[in-house]
């Protein structure tokens, strides 16, 4: 499921990633689901087939797996089976006029939760008639803070703004138990800034640091606050119209 979608966007860390500086150092993960590096809103866009914004009518097809103990009492165990998601239709920005969107997922952990009543910003593709989704796309809750710089970017194409795209990671720079510098995933929200003479911007990370941010073309000083101070130098971004920029932030302070 992960390759099909190309690495699309969720944030999965592994213990310890090695890099030139010595390592990426981040959160485990109880439910594994393999997914590569993100994307932008921009690229998911041309990667997918179906997105809309969508509120969830009925999930069927998932069932608790009952399991007997060895003293013959029974408990419930992971859910088993393909999730079938029905959405009401919201707004729809690529895939054609249509009231109603049918999830079909494929059982495995890469399934995106979905329950009855949220509403979701999905990205899917089509194949053979079977609409599909995943943890590694860009598909999120509404309510999410990376969902709105996506909407603001699907409705700025919509508007016919002229717009580009930086995004990325903000990562804290440390000193690993071995001594040997690092980056760390972040564990709370930072506040990435872009200020220029076409304003001010500002969107908040989720807790492990990645960011997007839907600018107008021109210059940028772009950096990152905790607790409203700069953590990090600033660093000078050109916007393009049509421009997707991807930008890693390395922090350092202390708690």
Known sequence: MAARFHSMSARFF??????????????????????????????????????????????????????????GSVRVGSLTGSPVTTFNIEHIYRGGARQQVVIVGDGSNCDVPFARGETWLVYARVRDGRVTTGKCTRTRLRAQAEASQDLAYLEGLERGRQQGVVFGDVLRRIVGADGKPALQALFEPFQVIASGPAGRFQVTTDSWGPYQLVLPPGGFQVWVERLGAAVNTPQTVSVDHGSDRHLTLVVEYRH
Do not use: Y
């Open 14 to 71: 592994a213990a310890v990633i090695v890099t030139a500086l010595g390592g990426i150092v981040g959160p485990g993960l109880a439910e594994a689901c393999s997914c590569g590096g993100r994307v932008s809103a921009a690229a998911a866009l041309g990667q997918t087939d179906l997105v809309f914004v969508g509120a969830v009518a009925h999930v069927d097809g998932r069932k608790p797996r009952s399991m007997v103990n060895a003293d």
